[in-house]
């Protein structure tokens, strides 16, 4: 058998496992990506948050985004509209209190994974297209993974690091039995891309606009617009969401679910409907542990929350900044606990994002996001949440956030100022 030894396995060319190649690139390290299929290729996962500039810049992929970005009709992207009924509300990233970024981008995933790929590859990093990963040792002194590509050949991979960057692929999860079941409800995206016809005087494209269903406030809508005239078009709800829809085909299901929320239709009422639509069910996962002695995982392989505040591809990039400068020690030969370095701090990032979607869920953050002005304090600590900075422990809103979140909406429940509720959070 023919067997390959990298200093580092990366199975997935997604934006995690492309940050990672190229961090460990720049520390030296000869790094292999096993991706199954060809890019480009559709991914769902298509606003992202200021937040992660930070970590594409670090990882030296901001300028290839930015020169593809009038090619590709990536939209400049400032912040977040909410609409309910008659409610509109908006974030305004720039006005946040974490420092940082306040604008980003809305991007297709299918060529943006590929510029941050190519630019992984330019960096170095050996990627292997269509080439899929189907058994892994991690029992033996390096860690072993066995790989087939779309010929049959059959081949081993002898690391002495494996990344997991497999997302929804979940393959060391699945392999290793890590995984762990999400304690969300299960829940159905069902989306597309449409041509929008937003009225300008309406809309700003600026921004994601999310949309609650007004009579069933767990289903909610994503509209991310592209600068080419089209934008990304789902809903989400709980699976018995679906039933009143009866047994319709998906191409017409998202338009009737859409015809059932008056606002958000007035809004679309010249949408053109032209590709087809997709779904993704149950889609929340998590594990036991995001580290072994020989492997971590990144990104959507670990834990994924809910689309509802754009999460993912933030957390998938943080995870690869975290690892790569822990790896690089262990490389040289020195020692790193994996638990307190690596997943402690990723997972508590991804506690504060918990804490919000689950009051999302519950109702009480949606009365946060219409009654909190932008005068208040209070608002530029949540709207620093919402533009990814989840690490940021100097924001008070990110510690102990259930607790907080939940007295802050009671205090928009009750229509006092929000800008008392720091104080009493
Ligand atoms: P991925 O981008 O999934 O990349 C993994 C790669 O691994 C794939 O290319 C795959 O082909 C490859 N692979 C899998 N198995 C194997 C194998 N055995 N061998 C080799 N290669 C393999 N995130 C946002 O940031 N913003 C959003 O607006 C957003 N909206 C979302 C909406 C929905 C409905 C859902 C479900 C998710 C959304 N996400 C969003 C999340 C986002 O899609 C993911 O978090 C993000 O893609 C994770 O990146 P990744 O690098 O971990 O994995």
Redesign the pocket.
């Known amino acids: 058998t023919t067997v390959l030894t990298p200093d580092v396995l990366i199975?997935?060319?997604?934006?995690?496992?492309a940050a990672a190649a190229s961090l460990l690139r720049q520390y030296g390290y000869q790094v292999l990506v096993?991706?199954?299929?060809h890019f480009p290729?559709f991914?769902?996962?298509?606003?992202?948050?200021p937040q992660s500039m930070v970590f594409l810049e670090e990882a030296g992929l901001l300028d290839a985004v930015e020169q593809a970005a009038p090619e590709f009709g990536f939209q400049f992207k400032n912040g977040a509209a909410f609409l309910r009924g008659n409610e509109r509300t908006h974030f305004d990233f720039t006005d946040k209190f974490t420092a940082g970024p306040g604008t980003t981008w809305q991007i297709k995933?299918a060529p943006f994974?590929h510029v941050l790929a190519k630019q992984a590859a330019a960096y170095g990093a050996e990627i292997r297209y269509g080439?899929?990963?189907?058994a892994v040792d991690v029992d033996g002194e390096t860690p072993c993974a066995d790989v087939v590509d779309e010929d049959g050949f059959a081949y081993q991979v002898r690391p002495r690091f494996m990344l997991d960057?497999?997302?929804?692929?979940r393959?060391l999860p699945k392999l290793l039995d890590l995984e762990s079941p999400s304690n969300f409800p299960i829940r159905r995206?069902v989306?597309t891309h449409i041509a929008d016809h937003f009225d300008p005087a309406e809309f700003d494209r600026n921004k994601i606009l999310i949309s609650v269903h007004q009579q069933h406030p767990q289903a909610w809508f994503?509209n991310?617009p592209f600068a080419d005239g089209r934008c990304s078009f789902?809903v989400?709800a709980e699976t018995d969401f679906y039933a009143q829809f009866g047994d319709l085909a998906l191409d017409d299901l998202l338009p009737a679910i859409l015809a059932s929320e008056p606002s958000l239709s007035k809004l679309l009422s010249r949408a053109e409907f032209d590709t087809p639509v997709r779904e993704?069910v149950g889609?929340s996962a998590n594990v036991n542990s995001l580290t072994g002695r020989h492997f971590a995982l990144?990104?959507?392989?670990g834990e994924?929350l809910d689309?509802v505040f754009?999460?993912?591809?933030?957390?998938?990039l943080k995870s690869a900044s975290l690892c790569a400068p822990l790896l690089h020690r262990f490389l040289q030969g020195g020692s790193v606990d994996w638990q307190t370095e690596y997943e402690q701090p990723l997972r508590r990032g991804i506690k504060v994002f918990r804490a919000y979607v689950e009051a999302w869920y519950e109702g009480s953050f949606q009365d946060v996001v219409f009654a909190v002005e932008p005068q208040d304090e209070v608002k530029r600590m949540v709207c620093s949440l919402l533009a990814g900075y989840a690490w940021d422990e100097s924001n008070p809103m990110n510690n102990n956030s259930v607790k907080r979140l939940a007295t802050l909406a009671e205090i928009c429940r009750d229509g006092r100022a929000a800008r008392d509720a720091l104080g009493q959070a």
């Open positions: 199975i997935g060319a997604g934006p995690s496992g096993l991706e199954r299929q290729r991914s769902i996962g298509e606003s992202l948050l995933r994974d080439h899929t990963v189907t960057a497999s997302g929804f692929g393959v995206a989306f994503w991310i789902g989400v993704i889609y990144l990104g959507n392989a994924f689309p754009s999460s993912g591809v933030t957390i998938a």
